[in-house]
Structures are given as structure tokens and as C-alpha cells.
């Protein structure tokens, strides 16, 4: 079952990837202080992704954190290496953390996974943006289709 407005942030050890470095965290102490923007894409380095969802936050981080957010990450169910490459790729610095799921377990255990074996891309995120206060989901919005409208930084600004 997927994460609703008032459940805990699933707990499962994934790689942060911040300021060029790489270190094993787990999500339930990661994203469990404060509060936190999360929000999940379907691959590194796909076209909307990179072109359009992980720099709208790059770009409006510090418009987010304005608003009190203490931490913004993205998730992908890839692995720290490509995770790695990404942000270099994509020049960031501290604005987002990367999180690397590789085997896909904090979508799987946020009920968040996506079956794209369709695309040979096969377990993957679906695409969603979450605000988190200490822990708890206070706002959970998963794209219907393809495209970005409710995910955007713009929306998650919007709902700060």
C-alpha cells in the first residue's frame, strides 16, 4: 500500500550522494528530523527528469527552503554510481541530495514502485513529490501519467 498523508517515512538503508560523496543512510533517520521535500523520478539521466524534474529543485532550492524546508532529496531506483554521475552531470551541488535505491526497496516499501519491464526498464519509481515533518507524510502527490504537473517544484512550492 502506498504512503498516505500521515504515515511514517519507510525505513530502509539507501546511498546519499551530497556534495560529490557517497554514504549509506537509512531513510527513517535520513528523512525523519525536520522537514524535508522528497521527491521520486523514474530514472537518472531520462529525458524529463533530467531536463525538467530534478532542475526545477536545483533552481527553486532556495525558494523551498524559504519556506522552511530543511532538506530536499530526490530518490531513483539507481545505483550510487549513477547517482554519482547524475549529479555531476547535472552540476549539484548542495541544493538536492540524491538518494540511490538501487534494489528498489524504499519504493517498494513506500508502495511506490512502478513495473517498467514495458520500457526494459524494469522496477523503478513512480513519480511523485512528498513534503515530510519529522517523519510523517504531511503531502503525497504521484503523478497520474507521464508528463510533471503535481511533482514540480513549482506544485511542491505551491503546497509549502
Not at 12 to 39: D, I, M, P, R
Not at 93 to 115: C, K, M, P, S, T
Request: with cysteine; hydrophobic share 45%; net charge negative.
Amino acid at each position: 500500500m502506498a504512503v498516505t498523508v500521515g504515515s511514517r517515512i519507510p525505513d530502509v538503508k539507501v546511498v546519499a550522494v551530497e556534495n560529490g560523496s557517497t554514504s549509506q543512510v537509512s531513510t527513517g533517520e535520513y528523512l525523519g528530523s525536520g522537514k524535508v521535500v522528497l521527491f521520486g523520478v523514474p530514472g537518472a539521466f531520462t529525458p524529463t527528469c533530467s531536463d525538467y524534474h530534478l532542475p526545477g529543485f536545483v533552481i527553486r532550492a532556495e525558494e523551498i527552503r524559504a519556506k522552511g524546508v530543511d532538506k530536499i532529496a530526490c530518490v531513483s531506483v539507481n545505483d550510487a554510481f549513477v547517482m554519482q554521475a547524475w549529479a555531476a552531470s547535472q552540476n549539484i551541488q548542495d541544493e538536492v541530495a540524491l538518494l540511490a535505491d538501487g534494489n528498489g526497496d524504499f519504493a517498494r516499501a513506500a508502495g511506490l514502485e512502478l513495473d517498467g519491464s514495458g520500457f526494459g526498464m524494469g522496477l523503478r519509481n513512480q513519480r511523485y513529490a512528498m513534503i515530510i515533518e519529522d517523519g510523517v507524510v504531511t503531502s503525497v502527490a504521484v503523478e497520474p501519467g507521464g508528463g510533471l504537473s503535481v511533482s514540480s517544484a513549482e506544485s511542491v512550492l505551491a503546497n509549502l
